[in-house]
């Protein structure tokens, strides 16, 4: 931890001794930008020297409604603050001033006397639309505390952003024009002695295609706080994540090597921006950046706990380089679980326990379950297509042999929705639906939009049933389950963005299906499920978000999405299935 922090100082040190020296303060800030720029506050080495994260206490709520009651003991921002400077870091930022986040936290600092500074947040909300007048005065409250924390505590206080990712044009949730959120920047900043900012997404500053001009906000800061994921970017095909080229016994490195490059292009982008527009003293920090730990929202061949330690580790590596930002703050402290699909990003879970990254800076810290050995870390596997299947039928899962039939040539597994979270399911012992005597029990457990599950191929593997486009899909079902359930299957793949949903919604008495506790066969036509079908969640290009018969990879998909069938939330009713199979 100490050796951390040395070698960061003695390097920040270095750095500024060559600026000195060439009469520039590019680094650290100071000087006067094009008028009508303010005159810049530089940050201080407590600020740029120190290894950041950013810090969110929140623990136990599901979803994002669920914060607003979550009680968030003060010793639970001691443990995890003590937890952090254990593992080397000496900066948090906090996402907003109220008393329970920002407030609790600066008095868990002083009362453990922890050598822990902080970026305070103030958090912007939407002025615009029917909630306009109330969300006004929550942002007036919110610069108060913040001022009032700022001028408090300058010694652990030593910047302040204001507003988080409010300009970037995919913000359509809470999104702020330019010249409101510099009003609020200016605000803040005329009250406080501390260098000032808002952090947004890369492309907002480097004025990307159909971005807001960022100049207005140029104005009005000390420095530049970047946002760059090179792994949410890696879902829509951004950068060359796959790295087929490559062995596959360096792939893995070699895709970390290439994020970490895919992030340094993004801050390279900011920083030409800016000197175009003549603001070359105004530094660069990189505001938010990470990689998840967990695949939590179509992430596969990327996130692992090892992987996620390699790109701290380039991260690392990076901020010694010569022209790096000025301090980068880590995204996350730890796990988030009321973001769901946005979870994972922690360096430690939700139960306090340290992933690989931050065993790698403190082995003493309580370790999650699971090896962190290099060889561990994932990579993209290509695809291995089964070839088309020619036989007329093709059975996914049935106990029962059938002269003729095809099944596939690797396993076929059952996988819930979200980490295989959304069901339980397990064989079980039934010799009534007339197929041998076992057959899976799937057990909802829905999330707030609801639950689905798939029986896929495994290894990413694909099967081309394009034979079947005028057959059906059948199964055999046995459930009380209230309302519709969503039958089908899915083509392409989550990993190059061709992912594709090809199931429909079905009442009881539809194809065969009847919910009254008894064994049905249920016998629905592809070419109806084709009708409905739909790129996948997260999905952004229907030239490639297709329907594929060529590439089946999930053979079967049960499933309720409320906002599909318009069910009832939460019904956890059983549903046995048997006999899976594909007819020409």
């Not at 912007?124 to 009032?148: C, F, K, L, Q, W």
């Not at 000025?326 to 973001?339: G, Q």
């Not at 394009?466 to 389950?481: D, E, P, Q, V």
């Amino acid at each position: 931890m100490n050796s951390v922090f040395a070698h960061w100082a003695a390097l920040r040190a270095r750095v500024l001794m060559v600026l000195v020296g060439l009469g520039l303060a590019a680094c650290g800030g100071g000087g006067v930008i094009p008028s009508p720029g303010v005159s810049l506050r530089p940050l201080e080495a407590d600020f740029t020297a120190r290894m950041a994260v950013a810090y969110s206490p929140y623990r136990t709520a599901a979803n994002e409604a669920g914060l607003a009651s979550e009680t968030i003991p003060l010793a639970n921002i001691k443990q995890d603050l003590q937890l952090l400077r254990d593992a080397g870091v000496g900066m948090v930022r906090v996402f907003d001033s109220s008393d329970k986040v920002a407030g609790q936290t600066v008095q868990a600092i002083r009362d453990l006397n922890l050598d822990m500074k902080v970026m305070l947040g103030v958090w912007i909300a939407s002025t615009t639309g029917g909630n306009a007048v109330a969300n006004a005065a929550a942002n007036d409250a919110e610069i108060a505390r913040a001022i009032a924390l700022a001028n408090a505590h300058p010694n652990i206080i030593k910047a302040v952003s204001v507003g988080n990712e409010t300009l970037v044009s995919w913000n359509t949730w809470n999104p702020q024009s330019t010249a409101n959120l510099a009003s609020y920047i200016r605000m803040v900043r005329n009250a406080i002695s501390q260098p000032v900012t808002t952090d947004d997404n890369w492309a907002f500053f480097a004025k990307q295609s159909g971005e807001q001009d960022p100049l207005p906000i140029l104005k009005e800061i000390d420095f530049v706080a970047v946002h760059t994921y090179p792994l949410a970017d890696s879902k829509y095909n951004l950068w060359d994540w796959r790295q087929v080229a490559t062995p596959a016994a360096q792939r893995a490195a070699a895709m970390m090597d290439a994020a970490i490059n895919k992030a340094k292009a993004d801050v390279q982008a900011v920083r030409t921006h800016l000197d175009n527009n003549g603001y070359n003293l105004l530094p660069i920090v990189v505001g938010e950046t990470g990689w998840k730990a967990v695949a939590s929202d179509g992430e596969s061949e990327r996130a692992h706990p090892v992987n996620q330690k390699m790109y701290v580790e380039r991260l690392r590596a990076w901020k010694q380089q010569q022209g790096a930002p000025s301090s980068i703050v880590y995204f996350a402290a730890f796990d988030e679980p009321w973001k769901q699909g946005d979870d994972k990003w922690g360096l430690f879970n939700v139960q306090r326990q340290a992933r690989c990254a931050a065993v790698a800076l403190n082995a003493n810290l309580t370790p999650e379950a699971g090896s962190c050995d290099a060889a561990q870390a994932v990579y993209h596997i290509p695809v291995a297509n089964q070839g088309t299947i020619t036989a007329n039928r093709y059975t996914v899962y049935a106990e029962a042999v059938t002269e003729g039939e095809a099944r596939p040539s690797v396993a076929v597994l059952p996988n819930a929705w979200e980490n295989n979270s959304t069901a339980a399911i397990a064989v079980e012992s039934d010799a009534t639906s007339g197929d041998g005597s076992s057959v899976y029990k799937i057990t909802p457990n829905p999330l707030d939009w609801g639950w689905g599950m798939t029986f896929g191929l495994t290894g990413g593997a694909e099967v081309d049933l394009s034979n079947f486009a005028a057959g059906h899909l059948n199964l055999r079902i046995k459930t009380t389950y209230a309302g519709k359930l969503e039958i089908g299957f899915f083509t392409g793949s989550v990993s190059d963005n061709t992912a594709y949903d090809v199931y429909r919604a079905i009442s009881s008495g539809e194809y065969g299906y009847q919910n009254d506790g008894q064994w049905h066969t249920v016998r629905i036509p592809v070419a109806d499920l084709v009708a409905r079908g739909a790129m996948a969640h997260r999905m952004n290009n229907p030239a490639l978000s297709r329907l594929q018969l060529s590439r089946v990879a999930n053979l079967l998909v049960v499933a309720d999405r409320y906002a599909v069938t318009k069910n009832a939330a939460n019904v956890r009713e059983p549903i046995l299935i048997d006999a899976v199979y594909w007819s020409r």
